[in-house]
Every structure is written in C-alpha cells, then in structure tokens.
C-alpha cells in the first residue's frame, strides 16, 4: 500500500505476510542465553542438550579466554554466565573479574568439584549468584537457571548443594 505524504512523498506501507511475521518476530522474547565455560567436553555436551530441552540458547566455551571472548561477541544474547571453579590456566574467579570488565552487572554462577567449594564465600562476595556443586541434578539446575535469568525470580546468594542421585550430571 502507497501513503501520500503532504510533501508529495510517497511512503511504502508493508502489508504483506513477511512483513508481518517480522514484525511479529521482534515483539516475541528470546530464550534466555547461557553461556557455559567447563574444561571437561561430556559435561559441556551434556549441558548443552539438557539445557537447550529446558529453553536455553547455549554457548560453550573449554577455558576462560574461550568464555571471555564469546561474552564479548554475545553479551547481548547472554543473561547468564556458569563457569566451572577450577577452569584450567584462568581459573573460574579471574574470568569473573574479566567479565566484569567488560560488564559490571553480568549475572555469574559457578559450578565447583567438593574440594573446590571452600572459596565459596569469597565467589558470593566477588558477585557469584550461586555456586552448584558437582554433580548436581540436571532438572533442579535447569530449574535454578530459569530462576536466575527471571528478574522477577529469586536472586539471593545462597549456594545450591544437592544430593547426588542417578538422575545427577
């Protein structure tokens, strides 16, 4: 459809299916994004199909610098950041501190082995939202994300420690 302008300009209305849809696309909300950092390649694989069932879009990275670098190019689309406590060369805490850099605010959890957990205070005091201690099971902590990502949802620093079952990753 063709509009008159009253400086005789025309303007070109879309009022076509496409248009439509697009428009319809950009009002719709995004996934939440998460971006994972863990060294060891079967629990980020797990993590990405688990948490892509729960309604996450997933970015993957094998250390620090790898997690850095993707928050840089993908801070829009990431809400959450989870890095793994004993990242090899760039531990969990420094990449914090780097992401801070880049975003005072980014929302941050971590994920630690038993005998990593006793810098737990220190990670909460540093801006951690939780910390979840491995292994953990899979449903609760898809669940404990969605709740991290919801501004309206509970953000308190309290560490997540669950019991390890079969169910648990």
Same mark, same amino acid.
């Given at each position: ?34 971006? #994972? ?11 990405? !199909? ?7 879009? !997933? ?22 950041? !989870? ?9 969990? $805490? ?36 939780? #910390? ?18 919801? $501004? ?18």
């Amino acid at each position: 459809m063709i509009e008159a302008c009253p400086n005789g300009l025309e303007l070109a209305s879309p009022r076509n299916e496409n248009a439509a849809s697009l428009d319809q696309q950009a009002r719709e909300p995004r996934p939440p994004g998460v971006l #994972i950092a863990d060294d060891e390649a079967r629990l980020r694989a797990l993590l990405l !199909v688990a948490l892509k069932q729960y309604g996450f879009s !997933v970015w993957l990275a094998a250390d620090g610098p790898e997690a850095v670098q993707l928050y840089r190019e993908r801070r829009s689309e990431i809400d959450l950041v !989870v890095l793994d406590l004993g990242l090899p060369g760039q531990q969990g $805490h420094e990449t914090l501190g780097e992401l801070r850099n880049l975003n005072p605010d980014v929302r941050c959890c971590f994920m630690a082995n038993t005998a990593d957990f006793a810098y737990e205070r220190e990670l909460l005091e540093c801006g951690a939202k939780r #910390i979840f201690q491995k292994p953990f099971e899979m449903v609760v902590f898809g669940y404990m994300l969605w709740q991290l990502v919801d $501004h309206s949802g509970t953000t308190s620093l309290i560490p997540c420690r669950l019991v390890a079952n079969d169910d648990s990753f």
